[in-house]
């Protein structure tokens, strides 16, 4: 059974740094683009960034580029979130997402087939 | 960026009726289009992906249809079990964008 597992919840202040993470298990987790999802209270879903863990290939939206890094361990099959500093505006439901398989893709990416429960992150001035 | 915007925001309905959800891209995506369930407190779940091809375990009930700019997710008879809120996602290029969001209340 394929499964995306998810650190737990997070309570911090504006300034202090912060590593997320998602096991992946149950599939060939180096074989898989993993993506994270932010969604704020009461808001709808924004796409991160993407990282392949075979060769560490990463993506960022624009939005979240130079705010936020994505990485991953092959040898954990985890991948990570992190923030160097956070804002109170960085308050949000983080999720991790799996690829689908190929049949699932487009030439450049692919519906999401797996999510992770979800954590959720509180930052406080 | 590709936009996608969804219609309605909010949609009051009642048990056996059927609805329908409307998703407009800003630009052609084909058919590379997912739509997702999401109940409060949880994950999205994968409804349907490839604008129409129902995800395994999905009910028959739901069914997506379009190519291009325009898209629509029917429910064919709501049960109390699809009241939630459901989200478009274009993937026609690596930077996915969602829609906003449709909210199914119960009327």
């Known amino acids: 059974e394929v499964q995306l597992v998810q650190s737990g919840v997070e309570v911090k202040k504006s300034g202090e740094s912060l590593k997320i993470s998602c096991k992946g298990s149950?599939?060939?987790?180096?074989?898989?683009?993993i993506a994270w999802v932010r969604q704020m209270p009461g808001k709808g879903l924004e796409w991160m960034g993407v990282?392949?863990?075979?060769?560490?290939?990463?993506r960022y939206s624009p939005s979240f580029q130079g705010q936020v890094t994505i990485s991953a361990d092959k040898s954990s099959s985890t991948a990570y979130l992190q923030w160097s500093s956070l804002k109170t505006s960085d308050t949000a439901m983080y999720f991790c997402?799996?690829?689908?398989?190929?049949?699932?893709?487009?030439?450049?990416?692919?519906?999401?087939?797996?999510w992770g429960q979800g954590t959720l992150v509180t930052v406080s001035s | 960026d590709i936009q996608m915007t969804q219609s309605p925001s909010t949609l009051s309905a009642s048990v056996g009726d059927r609805v329908t959800i409307t998703c407009r891209a800003s630009?052609?995506?084909?058919?590379?289009l997912a739509w997702y369930q999401q109940k409060p407190g949880k994950a999205p779940n994968l409804l349907i992906y490839?604008?129409?091809s129902l995800e395994r375990g999905v009910p028959s009930r739901f069914s997506g249809r379009g190519s291009g700019t325009e898209f629509t997710l029917t429910i064919s008879s709501l049960q109390p079990d699809d009241f939630a809120t459901y989200y478009c996602?274009?993937?026609?290029?690596?930077?996915?964008?969602f829609g906003q969001g449709t909210k199914v209340e119960i009327k």
């Open positions: 997402v799996r690829h689908g398989h190929a049949g699932y893709c487009s030439s450049s990416s692919c519906a999401i087939d797996y």
């Open positions: 149950g599939y060939l987790f180096n074989s898989y683009w």
């Open positions: 990282i392949y863990p075979e060769d560490s290939d990463t």
């Open positions: 630009q052609s995506i084909s058919t590379w």
């Open positions: 490839k604008a129409s």
């Open positions: 996602q274009q993937y026609n290029t690596y930077w996915w964008t």
